[in-house]
């Protein structure tokens, strides 16, 4: 779908990869010979920094130690460090694409190591809710066409996923809301009053920290359950609203709606994930939708930050049995989160290095965390430098996902979306990097177990020994 | 004035764009370093907008400006921040075994760095 018209191309149909909206109506101005993106139709104001942020930059596209060495040299470093460490973790993998997630649960796997994704300090808690409660679950496009009731908690789409409301869920006409915004009423529940609160037709401010009470309330009066004998109190004599910010009659009237509505999606942030009870929380939400489905037609889907975050759960997930903080130290996947998940393995001092794809733990996880990983080797892939890049043993910058190169990314409702890269980059990408490391990875390991270059059966015995 | 107050980090338009221009750019080193707090709390404790603060827990601290919000938007004891390196320095590495620190909702003292 490019048109060239002397050095400016279009590139209709691309997709922003910034956020979990995966936006794929992009019409991309593209100067050919500065290199850049001159114009983007359709992005919201993060796709549109975006695009025109992501230039080609003169930088080595690898340093060891901060001094610039060739490509090979630094994949031979790379593998040579994650072969001979006993806890190598690799982390991140949210801002890259299924190809190049693919690639690091396969050399994770070689060097019996420990794979996580950014979902963990996301939408992990989710994720375990998912796995003790089930999912009612659409598309976005099922949102867009049917959905009379649509619910906020816990986020604050309108800065961090700026289209979710005018591409999918409040003011789009779909198939069955003609009319948009006036065919549907939607409530949004959290603790700030936000720039989404402008969209709200209801505004619900719990106190901070009550929210699974406020849900666990909702299920009691969705069921037609009284709450406590006396009016507006609770099980055990507390006000409702006294306790959680919200009145009976508030929570009463939120329960009538979602019984009598006819198609309902809650969406759900890091407001329940990130706050104390968290999976709880997540589980809690997600009970409370199964339970409308005796009335009505009514969904749950988590809102995702990063571009392919989605993706990430998705590859791990069919490659290892496990979405997130998967351990291959004894030749097969283990799942356990606490222990497996990149906070902890780097907290408790578990991890003697670390693969980082795409991510920057080294500016956004919790301090602890970050001081260990300024002690173990750190490889990075990165399309710019971050504070993890500045600390790592080896660093290479790759090319932008989505604008440099192609490949598959999952949006939030899990629909896999084909990229159209705008302009080449000199910089490899993630996967092609990873390709190599891979590659190496698996002779080292082998020349590990075979040292003397064993062949058949004494290869099999030394893989299997009795 | 050592009140504990509620620090919620989370994201921001602003930290969205210039999180795009680089992390290590100063737009970005700014904009979370920006505390937005209750216009009632900075009275209280005698602060105008871009005061620097000092605010810390029993992990870390970490030294921010402020700027003021209504009281409706924003609740007397709750602070907001772009989440990033100095909200870093605040949260407590326990998991309670789910792989998730407790990332929002953090208990912080602040007070005016003269």
């Known amino acids: ?466 | 004035m050592v009140d504990k107050m509620m620090l919620i980090p989370g994201r921001s338009s602003k930290q969205g764009t210039s999180l795009n221009q680089g992390k290590l750019k100063d737009e970005y080193q700014k904009i979370t370093s920006t505390l937005e707090m209750n216009k009632d709390d900075m009275a209280k404790r005698d602060l105008v907008d871009g005061d620097k603060v000092r605010m810390w827990n029993e992990i870390g601290e970490t030294i921010v400006s402020c700027v003021g919000k209504k009281p409706e938007d924003l609740s007397a004891g709750l602070l907001f921040i772009p989440y990033g390196p100095p909200s870093s320095q605040l949260m407590a590495s326990d998991t309670a075994g789910t792989g998730m620190p407790l990332s929002k909702h953090m208990m912080v003292e602040i007070e005016k760095v003269k």
Request: with cysteine; aromatic share 8%.
């Open chain 1, 1 to 466: 779908m490019a048109n060239e018209n002397e050095n400016i191309k279009i590139v209709k149909d691309a997709t922003c990869t910034f956020c979990g909206c995966v936006c794929d109506d992009m019409e991309l101005h593209v100067d050919l010979d500065e290199k850049r993106i001159t114009k983007a139709k359709n992005a919201c104001v993060l796709g549109r920094a975006w695009f025109a942020e992501h230039t080609i930059e003169d930088a080595p596209a690898a340093m060891i130690d901060g001094k610039e060495v060739t490509i090979e040299e630094a994949i031979e470093e790379a593998a040579q460090t994650l072969v001979k460490a006993k806890f190598p973790i690799t982390y991140g993998l949210s801002d890259t694409t299924s190809e190049a997630q693919r690639e690091a649960v396969a050399i994770t796997d070689y060097i019996k190591g420990n794979i996580d994704t950014t979902t963990s300090v996301c939408h992990g808690p989710s994720g375990l809710a998912f796995q003790g409660v089930g999912e009612s679950t659409s598309t976005l496009g099922e949102v867009k066409n049917r959905a009379d009731l649509v619910i906020y908690w816990g986020g604050n789409p309108a800065e961090s996923h700026p289209r979710h409301f005018g591409r999918y869920a409040v003011t789009p006409k779909g198939m069955f809301t003609p009319n948009g915004k006036k065919d549907r009423t939607v409530v949004l529940v959290d603790v700030r009053k936000t720039k989404s609160a402008g969209v709200a037709d209801i505004l619900i401010r719990p106190k901070p920290g009550k929210d699974f009470e406020i849900l666990w309330a909702l299920r009691a009066l969705v069921k037609g359950n009284k709450l406590s004998a006396n009016e507006g109190e609770w099980f055990w004599g507390v006000n409702i609203e006294e306790e959680t910010g919200v009145s009976l009659e508030t929570l009463t009237d939120l329960a009538e709606r979602m019984k009598n509505c006819r198609f309902g999606v809650l969406f759900f942030g890091m407001g329940l994930t990130m706050t104390r009870g968290r999976h709880f929380n997540s589980g809690a939400l997600l009970a409370l939708a199964t339970d409308l489905n005796k009335y009505t037609h009514f969904v749950a889907k988590p809102v995702r930050g990063h571009g392919n975050v989605t993706g990430a759960d998705n590859v791990v997930a069919w490659q290892t049995g496990y979405p997130f903080g998967v351990n291959f130290s004894r030749g097969y996947p283990r799942f356990n989160p606490g222990e497996f998940t990149t906070v902890d393995t780097l907290s408790n001092g578990d991890a003697d290095a670390a693969l980082i794809i795409a991510s920057d733990p080294g500016s956004n996880f919790p301090k602890k965390a970050i001081d260990h990983l300024k002690n173990i080797p750190v490889i990075t892939l990165d399309t710019k430098s971050t504070v993890t890049s500045k600390l790592s043993h080896v660093a290479f910058k790759t090319a932008t996902y989505g604008i440099n190169t192609g490949g598959t990314v999952y949006r939030m409702d899990d629909v896999s979306i084909t990229l159209r890269p705008a302009f080449e980059s000199p910089f490899p990408d993630d996967e092609t990097i990873l390709k190599k490391i891979k590659k190496r990875v698996h002779e080292l390991t082998l020349k590990k177990i075979h040292p003397g270059g064993a062949s058949g059966e004494a290869k099999v015995a030394a893989v299997n020994p009795l």
